[in-house]
């Protein structure tokens, strides 16, 4: 998931660079939901972490 993290924050900034429009904004909406979603997994999987050394 990371992997696609990163090909679509790196499409994101080409678009960006070019100006945004039709494909550019789809793939920079898509680099964002998969950040967040990333951010979201990895702070879920680092409380769980925390919570299985405490037990």
Do not use: D
Not at 7 to 33: M, Q, Y
């Amino acid at each position: 998931m990371l992997y696609y993290t990163v090909v679509f924050l790196v499409i994101a900034l080409v678009a960006a660079l070019l100006g945004f429009g039709g494909l550019a904004a789809g793939a920079a909406s898509i680099a964002k939901l998969l950040f967040v979603i990333f951010a979201i997994l990895t702070i879920a999987s680092f409380i769980g972490s925390l919570m299985r050394r405490n037990s």
